[in-house]
């Protein structure tokens, strides 16, 4: 999969594309919906996405709580899994964000990315203060040569397949509802940093990660499933996390703590991709470490059952 961060420098294979427009933030499945859309509506072209980055909701709201479902990186990742051949994931500045409807839909998707086709969801909006509609952009694709189709909003259940929907059900910790909307288990990943080994010294030793920039779940212990990207130890897992900032240790920036089960090794540098799939318990401030560890023995145990039942 190729990456084009710029419309304005493109080569020859990144045009001509049927790609869908949107944030992806999650690829939930209304995302891959409008994905599947683009493929069919012109198989015989590239398969691309068009999103931005920064999401503009972080480059119109930089000091708000993070809300995001996903890392660019684990974006990217995701889509190339669906098949896109090109990720038009475009630099979101003050130039981009200015240009009116019909100048985005000129000059991007027209004169700078040459598209042949757009997918976009029914409740689409787009260029300067999202004043651009659906039937807009289908005026503009009629008079500028491009196709444009419209994919209905998903729904499930009589709720709409929403990225927001999915955030409350992590915040809620009902990870088994968010992969429902989802399509595929909610994954938080990053690279494996030092921490303060607590967790070694309680028999317990944890990868930890930051969730810095994306929405917290509901704090507390999951079971998961933990894929090792890269590295010696790469491979899939079993495992148990905790997610907050350790009440027991007077903590106060949120991270994710992952114990892999049966596994030996060292994990620091190296990516992982965590998946939740239930929620435990809260965490918890016990009254001493003997207390924590007959705790975590419960946890993990519990969460073996869980995982070797799916």
Known sequence: ???????????????????????????????????????????????????????????????????????????????????????????FNKSLASLSPRDFASRVICEGLGLRNVVVGADFCFGQGRAGTVEDLKTFGAEMGFEVTVAELMQTDGLVVSSTAIREALTEGRPRDA???????????????????????????????????????????YAVLVDVRDGPHKGSYHGAASIGVRPMFDGDVPNIETFLFDFTGDLYGATLSVALVDYLRPELKFDGLDALITQMDADCAKARDILEAL
């Open 179 to 221: 992969a429902e909307l989802l399509g595929h288990w909610h994954r938080i990943e990053g690279e494996v940093i030092g921490g303060e080994q607590r967790g070694r010294e309680l028999g317990y030793p944890t990868a930890n990660m930051s969730i810095e920039g994306l929405h917290p779940p509901r704090f507390g212990v």
């Open 1 to 91: 999969m190729r990456i084009v961060r710029d419309y304005q420098y493109t080569q020859t294979g990144d045009r001509g594309a049927s790609a869908a427009i949107g944030n992806f933030d999650g690829v939930h499945r209304g995302h891959q919906q409008v994905i599947d859309l683009a493929r069919r509506a012109m198989p015989d072209s590239p398969l691309g996405v068009l999103t931005f980055e920064p999401h503009p909701r972080e480059y119109f709201a930089a000091d708000a709580p993070a809300f995001r479902l996903m890392s660019a990186e684990a974006r990217a990742a995701r889509l190339e899994k669906l098949g896109v051949d090109v990720l038009y994931q475009l630099n």
